[in-house]
């Protein structure tokens, strides 16, 4: 495996090591605990803001802003909106997580409102990819019945039609900004056992932006990297999904950033099949 040209993962661990990035992280009820000891072994500060009346506000003080719509209710997408606004405001990055965005009318039409907020990452399942690139995905609410593979295109036009990087997570990882893309591996059968692991990636993925904004691409792959690193770590002393859920976190916790550079394998650029844009109706 051949590390990123651009600023390393293990350089951007270090920095977020070092500058214990502040993260807004609007996610779900399941995930909130989960999200934040993630965050705070992996290094950063993790703040569970989502009211209307303060996202705003919160969101120009935060390094990243991550929002996850797992959970939907009409407050709580006022308040994701108020944050992604007070981000964009202040220049500061944001992450979309569209978990089962396809699944119901409510989800959809969320997903295209902050689609059109333009996010600076957008972090989801193969499932969650393809359908967002406007294709027939086999997902079954949050979980994903496509390989990765298959959605790799779908990654690409998505990037391209949103001017966003996209992540789609599972056995092989794949990100892509439309113009180049890297695939990451490790990671642990057993992640998808333990429940808003992705939750918390998508949170990983807001602290390595908040160091490195000007390289989203860069900072993405980071993000994928430790976690691969630490659930393949987690995994190895793990006796089933309740000790690997204690394990991932030590594991995060005690991440060697050099690690994760050769869990990294850069890929050739590749335009997409197609360059229409995502349709949510």
């Known amino acids: 495996m051949t590390a990123l040209s651009v600023t390393v993962p293990s350089a951007l661990l270090a920095r977020v090591h070092a500058d214990a ?54 407050v709580w997408v006022s308040g994701m909106k108020a944050a992604v606004a007070g981000a964009k405001t202040a220049g500061k990055p944001w992450v979309l997580d569209p978990v089962a965005h396809f699944a119901t009318g409510f989800r959809r039409k969320t997903v295209a409102e902050l689609l059109a907020l333009r996010p600076t990452v957008i972090r989801g399942n193969a499932s969650e990819i393809i359908t967002l690139a406007g294709e027939k995905g086999a997902g079954r609410g949050i979980d994903s ?46 992640m998808p056992r333990v429940t808003a692991l992705g939750c918390s990636l998508t949170g990983a993925v807001g602290a390595f932006l908040a160091v490195a904004p000007d390289v989203p691409f860069a900072a993405t792959v980071a993000a994928l990297a430790a976690f691969a690193e630490a659930g393949e770590t987690a995994a190895s002393g793990a006796g089933g999904p309740g000790s690997f859920a ?36």
């Open 21 to 74: 990035p502040l993260v807004q992280c609007i996610t779900n009820y399941v995930a909130m605990n989960i999200v934040a000891n993630a965050l705070l072994a992996i290094g950063a500060s993790p703040a569970m803001v989502h009211a209307e009346e303060e996202a705003g506000e919160f969101a120009a003080i935060a390094g990243a802003l991550t929002v996850n719509i797992g959970t939907l209710s009409p």
């Open 246 to 281: 204690v394990a991932f976190l030590d594991a995060l916790y005690n991440l060697d950033g050099h690690a994760l550079d050769a869990r990294v394998e850069a890929q050739p650029a590749s335009a997409p099949s197609s360059l229409s844009a995502p349709s949510l109706a």
């Open 145 to 190: 019945g496509d390989p990765v593979e298959l959605a790799e295109d779908a990654a690409r036009r998505v990037a391209i039609s949103q001017g966003a990087v996209v992540a789609v997570t599972g056995k092989t990882d794949f990100v892509t900004d439309g113009a180049q893309a890297a695939r990451i591996v490790g990671g642990s059968d057993l």
